[in-house]
């Protein structure tokens, strides 16, 4: 896909506006912070420590944020057999170092269960203040009393290491200073606290300040934010986490920004959220008339369903369109498509593990748990290379319907191939099954339409279309998720 100079500028500005912009964790959190909560259950008594360290034995971390707005809902659809490690959010940290807990705390319930089965617990200390973060982290004082609170609260509630949240720090204290201050709080917890880690939720680009190498080797891992290229301050129309495409992307976050950096300290985190604007075309780069908010991917998924859902080649995820008016809605976020070749990229440049904002944002939706079981397992009927932005793939109408109505029998897949080779068409449901086999011959470089005869033989739910093409070695797939309705 090919774009103009005037649409690549804007891209590119976009992106270079949203540096100094709060992160999804800030301003979700303002907003939860406007309202009252109420923790809704009775906590039973006895907290239980960790029985065994799940995360030791696959040699991967699935790292997952819970904000407290999402507790105790989100316990209805954990997977604890997923997940390695729950980072409770939020512990709010002042200057002087004291600790304030989530609201609703302590979560019991949720602690014991994850302790059962393997699952560690993180506390978030959380400060977005410039002003309280550079005294904290530069005041003997306040460190000292800020490394014994987060020791007293470990202990006092059986958790197994704390994630540093700090964000907006003056650009003077991103690099020696910040460093530093972690170095020294890990040193601090590992001689208190043997066996507890330590970790930093990290930015996805170095605006500014930041020596990120330094910043890994101070602490056990760096969670990245893998995400917030595109939000309320864009000007045009975006993806949240582009994978590849513009000035900059996740594929440039983990091989230049955190270049260098052991692979083994970095958690690539990514969005279980979306952006929607008002936009002035239903065009990908539109020109935005105004911001609406940052949908949660359940509720994306959902709505995606009754519009035409879009791979947008360039950034490898995807977006929809809804009239409005004279204008249109645009909303950008990662399906499990996306997300799938993300995991792939922290597989393939074995990365520590995975990790997202936010648990509960899923809600009941499986699709993103079905590609995380795929990610710590080493089959997968994934292809795990990057592809060839040439290739391309789409299904229409999608939703099919599955019915032996006329006109209905039948879906079709449109697919562009750049070199020659033997091809074929294929169709998996979400256990890797093979549903649909089509021997398509020898095809030259070129674009084709090919039907999907499958009757009213398939359950309704999502398949993944594969289109393979190539030799016997070398072969290059893309695929299309295509969803199945009776």
């Given amino acids: 896909m090919k774009f103009s100079l005037p649409f690549l500028f804007l891209l590119f500005s976009t992106i270079l506006l949203s ?14 912070n406007k309202r009252p909560y109420d923790k809704g259950i009775t906590e039973p008594d006895g907290i239980i420590p960790l029985q065994f360290d799940k995360s030791a ?65 993180i506390m978030t200390a959380v400060n977005f203040d410039a002003s309280q973060i550079h005294w904290l982290i530069t005041n003997a004082t306040a460190k000292q009393n800020f490394f014994a609170k987060v020791k007293a609260t470990i202990n006092q509630y059986s958790l197994d290491g704390v994630n540093i949240d700090f964000e907006g720090l003056n650009t003077a204290d991103r690099g020696s200073v910040i460093n530093g201050f ?61 994978l590849t495409g513009g000035g900059y992307n996740i594929t440039n976050t983990v091989n230049t920004q955190y270049g260098g950096c052991p692979p083994e300290k970095l958690i690539l985190g990514v969005p279980y959220y979306g952006c929607e604007w008002v936009a002035n075309t239903n065009q990908p780069g539109s020109t935005i008339s105004s911001y609406i908010g940052h949908p949660r991917v359940f509720a994306a998924m959902a709505q995606s369903q009754f519009y035409t859902l879009t791979w947008h080649t360039s950034s490898q995820t995807v977006y929809y369109t809804i009239p409005n008016n004279n204008k249109f809605n645009q909303v950008w976020f990662d399906d499990d498509s996306s997300t799938a070749l993300k995991f792939n990229l922290a597989k ?26 795929k990610y710590l397992a080493p089959a997968s009927i994934e292809n795990e290379q990057t592809l060839p932005q040439e290739y391309q793939i789409s299904a229409f109408p999608n939703p099919f319907s ?17 070199e020659a080779g033997s091809s074929s068409l294929t169709l998996y ?36 279309v594969k289109i393979s093409t190539g030799s016997a070695v070398g072969i290059k797939s893309m695929m299309v998720k295509l969803q199945v309705l009776k």
């Fill in 402 to 418: 599955s019915s032996s109505g006329a006109g209905n029998s039948s879906a079709t897949v449109v697919f562009t191939v750049p």
């Fill in 57 to 121: 034995g696959n040699g991967k971390i699935v790292f997952g944020f819970l904000p407290y707005w999402e507790y105790p809902g989100a316990l209805t659809w954990l997977r604890y057999d997923i997940i390695t490690h729950i980072s409770a959010f939020d512990f709010q940290i002042d200057s002087l170092g004291n600790v304030t807990n989530p609201s609703g705390w302590p979560w019991t319930n949720m602690i014991n269960t994850a302790h059962q089965n393997g699952v560690k617990v």
């Fill in 19 to 32: 540096q100094e912009q709060r992160s999804i964790h800030q301003s979700d959190l303002e907003f939860y």
């Fill in 182 to 242: 972690m170095t020294e709080l890990t040193n601090y917890i590992h001689t208190e606290l043997p066996g507890k880690e330590v970790s930093f939720a990290g930015p996805a680009v170095n605006w500014s300040g930041w020596n990120l190498q330094g910043l890994a080797a101070s602490c056990d891992y760096i969670f990245i934010m893998g995400y917030d290229f595109n939000g309320s301050w864009s000007t045009t129309t975006g993806p949240s986490a582009p």
């Fill in 429 to 464: 449901d979400l256990l890797g099954r093979l549903v649909y086999e089509k021997d398509l011959g020898f095809l030259s470089p070129g674009k084709y339409t090919e039907p999907v005869n499958i009757g009213n033989s398939l359950a309704s739910g999502t398949y993944i």
């Fill in 348 to 373: 393939q440049k074995n990365l520590r593990g995975v990790g997202m904002w936010a648990l509960g944002y899923d809600r009941d939706r499986t699709e993103l748990w079905t590609e995380l079981i």
